[in-house]
């Protein structure tokens, strides 16, 4: 049977087929979905770990107890993961073990433009590339025989295009992979000195062995066709050439770590002149000059930044572009923006006004860095704001009056954690702000430690951001509701008067969760309004300007912030 199907869900799927039963991811976009759609599966055991680390080392940890086991995340949660991926090379698996991390060129979601490659490189563990849905479930399939027949993880990359794209799936029943035994066996799984030197021998090894396998398998093949040009390209990349230049002969590589020798000269023998494809970093590019091989059109041509494209293909080669019409008139920008009736609003809106300085965070909360808001100064990656808040205060003591750090419930237990007993323990001085949604927001709703809730909708042990930040030896701790905003500024004034460290939790489900109830929507009186635009302080999509303030009531969701900002009564239910 056939099932068109996207490939983070092509992914899943492949791991299901498998016969995978561990999976332990942290969501991040593009990845998500491949941990949602795998948890669908009874046979399968499924998790949100509080960060990409937990996640890697419960999936090794799984792959030594015998099992076949993934995780998920996306390109920067791969930096997180770092450490246990680089020593997991050393040890190698006994249950399949595979690693899915999602590349984001162009950046729809994400802080950089991170190639997933040089990870795979440093860390000396293959990784395989999808092109499409339907590769997606055979290159992860085929992930698990490749990382129990090499003893070693595999990575599998993708990207944004690949992930969230969908194509024809043929659906296959699932294969039961028996549990291994698992042997005590300190030497392959005891990373001390004296193991470890032994074992960075295996991996040198099985590089070379896999550099060997890369020469004929099933991830790598060759099309040949008009042989004026060959194109050796990989991954989302392969189908803007197919589409762009369905004359050329192409070497699409699957294996893109480690990359071949002899079938790389081969075809580049084939062809006049040589072209290689690739988004983001000359990973493959560099490899043919290496091997001495001439390229006639690469980075050069293509560049180094964003998405390709079909077009953008058909430039680079001198290939005339289809025509295209233009519209008559411009189409409006169209930034992301809070929704209405976000709980985040309310605590930007009051940060700007007290004109502090706010270290930022990864999550919806970054875009209180827009204007009219415009109540951020720095976001750098997933638990960094309580870090940065720290380090600016230890040289500008001054700035502990003006300065806080947001950060996210998910986010605060991802790696927040450790910043605010960094703050504490070195006798910082600043106020942290929790911004508590009762959900991981920004990915797509997933749970996590603070929601009482699994992946698979069970009840759990419910943390407290109140009493972790105690723990943490935070002494002032208090909770506000950031749509009361007299509360807010007020907890937020007295919190930046004191000389010690304070948590403010500022607590208030998603507007967006299903449970959430809202009031009616409000109303602007046109002859109250005095068109002093107070209202569209807080930049929220219902209210809109014309000469007087209106809010459409199909957007609005009756939070009542704009109520609060009116000295003038123009707004009420």
Known sequence: MKKLLLGNAAAARGLFEAGCTFVSSYPGTPSTEITEEAAKFPEVYAEWAPNEKCALEAALGASIAGARAMCAMKHVGLNVAADPLYTAAYTGVNGGLVIAVADDPGMHSSQNEQDSRHHAIASKVPMVEPADSGECRDFMKLAFELSETFDTPVLFRTCTRVAHSQSLVELYDRQEAPLREYVKNPRKYVMAPGNAIPQHVVVENRTEK????????????????????????????????????????????????????????????????????????????????????????????????GEFSQ????????????????????????????????????????????????????????????????????????????????????????????????????????????????????????????????????TGHQQNPLTGMTLKEQPTAQLSAEKIAEACGVKRVRVVDPQDLKATEAAIREELAVDEPSVIVVRRPCALLKWVKHKPAFHIDPDKCKSCKACMQIGCPAIVFSGKAAIDPTLCVGCGLCQQLCKFGAISE
């Open 210 to 305: 896999l550099r060997a396998y890369g020469e004929d398998c099933p991830f790598n093949r060759v099309e040949m066709g008009d042989t004026e040009w060959g194109v050796i390209t990989s991954g989302i990349s392969y189908q803007y050439v197919k589409e762009a230049l369905p004359e050329v002969s192409v070497l699409k590589l699957g294996l893109v770590n480690p990359l071949p020798e002899k079938i790389i000269r081969d075809f580049a023998a084939k062809v006049k002149k040589l072209a290689v494809v690739e988004e983001l970093d000359p990973i493959i590019e560099t490899h043919l000059r290496n091997l001495g091989i001439r390229v006639d059109l690469g980075k050069a041509e293509l560049g180094l930044l």
């Open 311 to 442: 077009n953008r293909i058909r430039a680079a080669f001198g290939k005339a572009l289809p025509e295209s019409q233009k519209l008559e008139e411009a189409l409006p920008v169209r930034p992301p923006v809070l929704c209405p009736g976000c709980p985040h609003r309310g605590l930007f809106h009051v940060l700007h006004k007290l004109k502090v300085t706010v270290s930022g965070d990864i999550g919806c909360y970054t875009l209180g860095a827009s204007a009219p808001l415009s109540a951020m100064d720095s976001t750098i990656c997933m638990g960094a704001s309580i870090g940065v808040l720290h380090g600016f205060e230890k040289v500008r003591p001054e700035a502990a009056r003006k300065m806080v750090a947001v950060i996210g419930d998910s986010t605060f237990m991802h790696s927040g954690m450790t910043g605010l007993v960094n703050l504490v323990y070195n006798q910082g001085v600043g106020v942290v702000l929790i911004l508590d949604n009762s959900i991981t927001g920004m």
